[in-house]
């Protein structure tokens, strides 16, 4: 199928971010710098976060590697791009900075709608068999089966402090079969 027969397929690709915690708001920090509040990313607010360019597609200077240097050679920054919410791809385009260095990001590192979707079918679907982009033949839906369960995470160590049955030794619910 050919990429170029829509023009906005030349526009960059684009994820829809919320500011629904202050790490997500503090991405804005730069945009927000020194404008009023009225001007501003506001908490729960919208913000766009164009892909940027793996460093296989960018365009970036070729570093020697210093022989006398032990390890591994460090790996290029490639940008974080974000931007307030903009509907105007051309307004878009002079709006994104690097959330991490506010410096502005060129249209040129960013992946383009029609890159997003020329790569589409290679992305793996974990949820099927026969699932990856090389497999052929029939996918089908993966059969998950529980064997047990394991408490996890900063939850799990509270158990109990409010009066709740520890699940590991009592049953959460009773088959009535």
């Given at each position: 199928m050919p990429l170029d027969f829509h023009p906005?397929?030349?526009n960059p690709a684009?994820?829809?971010?919320?500011?629904?915690?202050?790490?997500?708001?503090r991405y804005m920090k730069h945009f927000n710098a020194g404008k009023p509040y009225s001007e501003q990313v506001k908490p729960f607010g919208f913000?766009?976060?164009?892909t940027a360019l793996t460093e296989a597609w960018l365009d970036m200077p070729v570093k020697e590697v210093d022989p006398s240097k032990r390890g591994r050679p460090k790996k290029q920054d490639r940008p974080k791009p974000i931007a307030s919410y903009e509907q105007d791809?051309?307004?878009?385009?002079e709006l994104v900075f690097d959330r991490g260095t506010g410096e502005p990001v060129p249209i040129s590192a960013?992946?383009?709608?029609a890159d997003a979707l020329a790569f589409y079918q290679l992305s793996p679907e974990d949820k099927f068999e026969n699932g990856r982009p090389i497999h052929t033949g029939r996918t089908v839906?993966?059969?998950?089966?529980v064997v047990g369960f394991r408490l996890i995470g900063k939850e799990a160590n509270k158990i109990g402090d409010f009066g709740e049955v520890d699940p590991t030794t009592?049953?959460?619910?009773?088959s009535e079969t």
């Open positions: 906005a397929l030349t684009l994820m829809r971010w919320n500011a629904s915690s202050p790490e997500m708001l913000m766009v976060a164009p791809a051309a307004k878009l385009a960013l992946n383009r709608s839906r993966r059969v998950v089966k009592e049953p959460l619910f009773i």
